[in-house]
């Protein structure tokens, strides 16, 4: 049975994604990686897929590693896991314009109580940048997961 090249590409590119963003880290841009934040995002609450969240918990560990936080963005990410799956009142897969303003939600608390831990004006400043940028980049890459979720 072969495997056709778009089969292969929609069951790889969740995982290339994360890995992907994770190896691109650059101080300004994407510091220790903290964008493959948002393929973990998308593919474990918005478009669940299957087998993910083990692999999402690793790489959360894989940016804590490299992003010098001590098991923070991997407890963070277990915790909304768990809200998540204890809760039916929000279903996050039905959410309008792809979970961009729960993704903002998760990722901007979350990384306001990181800068916390070390306040600087200068730490608030690049936390509040790294907050708009990944909601800029939210919306361009769901839509790229979608269309290649549809070809």
Not at 49 to 68: M, N, Q
Request: glycine share 6%; aromatic share 20%.
């Amino acid at each position: 049975m072969k495997t056709s090249p778009a089969k292969f590409l929609k069951a790889v590119f969740p995982f290339l994604t994360v890995l992907l963003l994770w190896r691109l880290s650059v101080p300004f841009w994407n510091p220790g990686g903290i964008l493959a934040i948002i393929p973990i995002f998308y593919y474990s609450f918005i478009n669940p897929v299957a087998g993910f969240s083990l692999f999402a918990v690793l790489s959360c560990f894989l940016i804590d590693y490299k992003f010098d936080s001590l098991l923070f963005w991997t407890s963070i990410y277990c915790l909304f896991y768990a809200v998540n799956g204890f809760q039916s009142f929000v279903d996050l897969t039905r959410q309008k314009n792809d979970g961009v303003l729960v993704f903002m939600g998760f990722f901007g608390a979350s990384a306001l109580i990181l800068s916390l831990m070390g306040f600087s004006f200068q730490n608030l400043i690049h936390v509040v940048w790294l907050i708009l940028w990944s909601g800029i980049l939210y919306i361009p890459f769901t839509a790229i997961a979608k269309r290649i979720k549809n070809d």
